[in-house]
């Protein structure tokens, strides 16, 4: 079974977290289900930008995004080559190690 690795984030998951995961479960409902409070405004639907990671480790063994997805990580705080929505991207069989960026657009506009 493949782990999904939280690295530690200060407010959402100050310890980081080691998961193990049944692929084909979205990184979003992996990290929900374990408590990881990971945002996701627009319920999971690929609609916002709010559960954006970054795949640290592993990145190359997940599906290509689509179209639609890459499109709203154009708009993401803090986008990279490694960035990911959460809620669209499917645990295989290998291993992942990822980070939650510190803001989301979300966070930023809603705590200023």
Known sequence: M????????EDICPEGA????EPGTSI???ALAHGIAIEHACEKSCACTTCHVYIREGFDTLAEATDLEEDYLDKAWGVDPDSRLSCQAKVGNDDLV???PKYTINMV????
């Open 98 to 100: 990822i980070e939650i």
């Open 18 to 21: 080691v998961l193990d995961i």
């Open 109 to 112: 506009s809603e705590n200023h």
């Open 2 to 9: 493949p782990k999904l690795i939280f690295l530690p984030h």
């Open 28 to 30: 979003c409902d992996a």
